[in-house]
């Protein structure tokens, strides 16, 4: 028999590998293949020192990658061989802080099954404790102060914990060997219950109690301010039109869709058309808000999403959700669940916030005392064809999904990106590593920036950067570019202006792994963008890489009279864009209809003397005037809400198309829709009904599309094509564009980690700011 060579092993371990059982996992395998050494956490990720044969630390190695536990995701494993250094066991030793050292930090994770089904267990000590957890789920990101990650700097350091929990956390055969939050009944966070009729909140030992008086509060129509992971939700009762009309008019909400929370799948299907790639992002361990095609004949009122034929459902993720929908007399089948705030405010956080915020919202507060370091919003995502298989598309990237980086082409000094005005995200990066923010939200007041500022800050001690370079969108009113103004004068350090539309489409790059080494063409769809010449960008194509872009077609320019409060007025940007055009004002025409004649003249007179009346190129803009022509909606109360209703009437199996041309301009083609207009109008005294005017509408869109991505291609020899921008969430639009271009022989990207919307840009400007570095 061959004589086993012996050796060691020093192992480095990078990604979201704390938090998550990582060291249990080592130390169980380790002691396994019979292997002597430790597993420690770092600053910088996770370290292991190991001796024994070769055969089996080879087999370690292999382990390590292929059995990792399930919430982890090693993003680098580096191996250095060395001699044994004569271990004589293998332990889990103390945690060290490194010089400089950081590492990804997990995500907050819904509640895994063996908690779930310990938590149902009448035998069980935790049997109904709404903060059950262990190391496979629970709060992370939102209660970690610095890393490592340990107790001590988490919002649990102040719940010290009884011998039962102290076994449990200390035993690394335990699941809840170092699971940070780790508590129980007798030592950990507790939750009660305060109305508007309270003196005192109700006693915080009967669990049980609180949670029937909130479900038969909820039955009685009342509006529940519910603290969870990442702040308050404001809830009530789905099923009841007059509750739900309530919150809305107590949150200023006038029609913008509720999230709904639902007990389980079965219930789910009740309501809406469940396919298995979304029931697989249901039950996923982010626990993300989904949009689902809603079910005719639901019971859910229609109050919850007005004019819309998707409602966005989630799955419980916390124990206390659970709890809420136990089976007693006073079940309840389906929660809205929306952001504990008014409207365009960051969502409350902290129990004297709330008390104060939405004491005028919430007819009572279901409270805990565990203390949320970060507030953090429900992901919004949805699943898309792509043609070949159905993929995830994020519309807003925050719990469940933040902050997990994206991992960039190439390595670079660290840099701060600070994103747009809408749908905020800013990006920090730490050599590939590109850590895009949790939802920040509209940047439209005081408090919004004061969390955006905060964020930052925290983002920056977190994975100890110091940025060289800041990014910023070249709109000069915007909060997040004055910020970046700010700290390019305080801290001495460099600057880049990137142009919105160019950051859309490196987001989309950077995200799929492009390096940059040739272009692609980039159609960048949106609402709103500085564009380079001063006028609002939204319909553009270009040859783009992260050096540089060039602008070879756009919409047809077209003004905003008004400019912000022509966004409002989808009849007003009609009007105008007839009024361009050449097109009657026909009294038939809702618009028209919907000004009086003397606001008409007013609305003529400044276009003639162009008066706050910028010039636009926006395809956002272009959906408001054609839905607003076809009488869908005159004026909205959300963004994009008349586009979105358009959408959602558009008939599937319409194949005509309104025909918008190309003609050259002075250096770039332009994307007419004079003809496509009015073809529309023609349709509508036709009376053709409206899906078939949508349908049309998307098509030809679609169409012209696919018309001039040729032509670049013809001209340039480039096959790839990225969509990015705000517009590509109208899955109609983009469901029949990516079918157009791929059956071309188009190579076609979409974003799949991040939003296409305004919420992905900052990693678009960290990827250009990035490339100006190492260029």
């Known amino acids: 028999m061959t004589k086993q060579e012996s050796g060691g092993a020093a192992i480095h371990i990078t990604g979201v590998v704390q938090g998550v059982g990582f060291r249990p996992f080592v130390y169980g395998l380790a002691r396994r293949l019979g292997l002597l050494g430790w597993v420690r956490n770092t600053s910088s990720g996770v370290h292991i020192e190991v001796d024994g044969f070769r055969e089996q630390l080879d087999v370690f190695v292999k382990a390590l990658r292929e059995e990792a536990p399930p919430l982890s995701r090693i993003i680098d494993l580096r191996v250095s061989n060395q001699s044994p250094k004569g271990f004589k066991t293998f332990e889990i030793i103390h945690s060290e802080s490194l010089e400089g050292g950081f590492q990804p930090v997990s995500p907050d994770v819904s509640i895994c099954p063996d908690c779930l089904r310990e938590m149902n267990d009448p035998n069980d000590r935790r049997y109904h404790y709404p903060f059950i957890n262990c190391t496979n789920c629970g709060p992370r990101f939102t209660i970690i102060k610095d890393i490592p990650y340990d107790r001590s700097k988490t919002t649990m350091a102040d719940f010290e914990m009884c011998e039962d929990c102290a076994r449990e956390y200390s035993d690394p055969a335990d699941r809840r060997f170092h699971a940070q939050p780790v508590a129980c009944p007798l030592c950990g966070p507790q939750i009660w219950l305060e109305t ?259 964020g930052i800050e925290h983002y920056q001690r977190l994975f100890r950067v110091k940025p060289e370079m800041v990014a910023y969108d070249l709109h000069p009113d915007y909060m997040a570019s004055r910020y970046a103004f700010r700290r390019v004068e305080r801290d001495g350090i460099e600057s880049i202006g990137v142009q919105h539309h160019h950051a859309h489409i490196a987001a989309c790059m950077a995200e799929n792994g492009l390096d940059g080494s040739e272009p692609v063409i980039g159609l960048a769809c949106d609402g709103t963008g500085y564009g380079i010449d001063g006028a609002i960008w939204g319909g553009e194509v270009m040859l783009a890489d992260y050096a540089a872009f060039r602008r070879k077609a756009h919409l047809d320019y077209f003004m905003l009279p008004g400019g912000d409060a022509a966004i409002k007025s989808p009849a007003r940007i009609a009007l105008a864009l007839l009024w361009q055009m050449e097109l009657d004002w026909d009294e038939k025409l809702a618009p028209v209809k919907h000004y009086s004649k003397e606001d008409r003249a007013v609305l003529i007179g400044q276009m003639i003397h162009q008066i706050n009346t910028p010039q636009t190129s926006s395809m956002g803009r272009l959906f408001d005037a054609a839905a607003a022509l076809a009488g869908v909606r005159q004026a909205v109360n959300y963004e994009a809400q008349a586009a979105i209703e358009f959408e959602a009437l558009a008939d599937p199996s319409e194949e005509k198309c309104y025909p918008f041309e190309l003609e050259q301009g002075k250096a770039d083609i332009v994307i007419g829709h004079r003809v496509a207009f009015q073809a529309l109008i023609t349709d509508i005294h036709l009376g053709i009904s409206l899906p078939v005017i949508s349908a049309r509408f998307h098509n030809g869109l679609a169409e012209v599309l696919r018309e001039v991505s040729n032509l670049l291609r013809e001209e340039s020899g480039i096959s790839k094509v990225v969509l990015s921008g705000g517009v590509w969430q109208n899955i109609t639009l983009l469901g029949r564009t990516m079918s157009l271009l791929q059956g071309d022989g188009f190579t076609v990207y979409i974003h799949h980690e991040v939003p296409a919307n305004d919420g992905g840009l900052a990693l678009g400007q960290a990827a250009i700011a990035a490339y100006r570095l190492i260029g």
């Not at 030992?205 to 039955?219: I, T």
């Not at 702040?231 to 006038?254: I, S, T």
């Not at 361990?285 to 005719?296: C, G």
């Not at 429900?378 to 925050?398: H, I």
Request: with cysteine.
């Open 196 to 454: 508007t009729q309270d003196t005192q909140p109700s006693p915080v030992s009967d669990g049980d109690k609180v949670l029937l008086r909130a479900q038969l509060l909820f039955k009685q129509g009342k509006i529940i301010a519910i603290k969870g992971l990442g702040g308050f939700h404001l809830a009530c009762d789905a099923a009841n039109p007059q509750a739900v009309a309530r919150l809305r008019e107590r949150k200023l909400r006038v029609d913008k869709p509720f999230a709904l929370m639902m007990p389980d799948i079965e219930t789910i299907r009740q309501y809406c058309q469940v396919d298995d790639a979304e029931q697989a992002l249901l039950q996923s361990v982010a626990h993300p808000i989904v949009l689902l095609k809603r079910r005719a004949g639901s019971s859910i009122a229609s109050e919850v999403a007005p004019g819309q034929d998707n409602l966005g459902v989630m799955l419980p993720y916390t124990p206390l959700h659970h709890l809420l929908f136990s089976e007693n007399e006073a079940r309840l089948v389906a929660l809205v669940m929306t952001s504990g705030n008014v409207s365009e405010e960051p969502i409350a956080t902290r129990n004297e916030e709330a008390r104060e915020r939405l004491a005028e919202l919430a007819d009572a507060f279901l409270m805990h005392d565990r203390d949320i370091h970060v507030r953090c919003d429900d992901s919004v995502m949805r699943v898309v064809s792509t043609g070949k298989r159905q993929a995830l598309y994020p519309l807003r990237r925050s719990r469940g999904y933040a902050p997990f980086p994206v991992k960039l082409p190439w390595k670079t000094a660290p840099l701060l990106a600070t994103g747009a005005e809408l749908k905020n995200t800013f990006c920090i990066t730490h050599g590939d590593y590109a850590f895009l923010s949790h939802h920040i939200g509209d940047m439209e007041n005081y408090e919004t920036l004061q969390s955006f500022e905060q």
